[in-house]
């Protein structure tokens, strides 16, 4: 398989990635066919996937903007992702020109497309860096030199948590991170869930078999266990539901006609 000018050189291309797998669902380009397989075969389980995952990116420009009203201007946002429509960096600084976002992701296509993306871009930066490593990501010099952590930042954990397996300690990552912010931090949360979905379990399970089968688990947690991110923080309204259901613009906006949209939850904390 030849490899494009945009694909970083040693990456495999004939394993799928879940990045370049998210990336098709919204339409992008930066895919493999070993990823757009992988991709319609989770689909054929649940067919409306790319609707959870337009609902999961409105959750979370409105997550940012919500951020920005209530002063915060700096960013981190942990399993970014290959950049694509109103990216985070986007939405912050069309709000506040001087916002600063600090991207984290452990993809080599995530890191290198964000890198031409924030190519002048001197309020923004991309790390390559893993969530299981907390400590790594807090002392890492690209993220330091940019963002001030003794001030409030917003961290984003946006469609990533349910990559990783209880093995790995998620609870004490996301706790490492929390209690390193600055007191008046928002901790911007969605993660995947039987719950909502609108088949029965035993159907859409056929999708976190295929996520096993390319050795990238879907971890799907229940409203409570995705609750318990957030311990120590108080939940900003309306708290950790559906994601059409977090601050909608309108009342009735389009996310909401899709049933699939209210597949699992969405939420922002906040450190007293
Ligand atoms: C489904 S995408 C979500 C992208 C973006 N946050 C959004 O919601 O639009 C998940 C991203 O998390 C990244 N990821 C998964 N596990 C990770 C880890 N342990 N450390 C850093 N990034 C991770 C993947 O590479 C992928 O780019």
Same mark, same amino acid.
């Given at each position: ?117 924030? *190519? @002048? ?6 790390? +390559? %860096? ?9 002392? =890492? &010099? ?52 039987? *719950? @909502? ?6 159907? +859409? %399970? ?9 050795? =990238? &688990? ?55």
């Amino acid at each position: 398989m030849e490899r494009p000018a945009w694909a970083p050189q040693g990456i495999d291309i004939s394993v799928p990635s879940v990045s370049r797998m998210y990336d098709f669902y919204l339409g992008g380009s930066h895919n493999f066919e070993v990823d757009r397989e992988a991709a319609r075969k989770a689909m054929e389980f649940l067919p409306g996937l790319p609707k959870i995952m337009q609902a999961n990116r409105a959750f979370m420009r409105r997550a940012v903007r919500h951020a920005v009203d209530s002063g915060i201007d700096q960013f981190l946002d942990i399993g970014s992702g290959i950049p694509t429509f109103g990216n985070v960096h986007e939405v912050a600084q069309a709000a506040d020109p001087g916002a600063k976002v600090a991207y984290v992701d452990h993809d080599p296509v995530a890191v290198a497309h964000s890198q031409a993306v924030l *190519e @002048g871009n001197d309020r923004a930066v991309i790390a +390559a %860096a893993d969530l299981r490593r907390p400590k790594e990501i807090l002392a =890492n &010099p690209e993220i330091t030199g940019l963002l001030d952590l003794d001030r409030p930042v917003a961290l984003l954990l946006v469609a990533v948590l349910h990559f990783i397996e209880d093995a790995d300690e998620p609870y004490a990552a996301v706790a490492e991170l929390r209690e390193a912010l600055a007191p008046g931090s928002l901790l911007v949360l969605t993660h995947a869930s039987y *719950e @909502g979905i609108p088949l029965p379990k035993a159907e +859409a %399970a056929g999708t976190v078999g295929v996520y096993k089968n390319i050795r =990238n &688990p879907l971890i799907m947690r229940s409203h409570e266990e995705i609750g318990r991110f957030f311990e120590g923080y108080e939940m900003v309204e309306p708290g950790l539901v559906s994601m059409p259901e977090w601050r909608p613009d309108t009342p009735q906006s389009p996310e909401q006609e899709d049933p699939y949209a209210f597949s699992g939850f969405g939420g922002v904390g906040r450190k007293a």
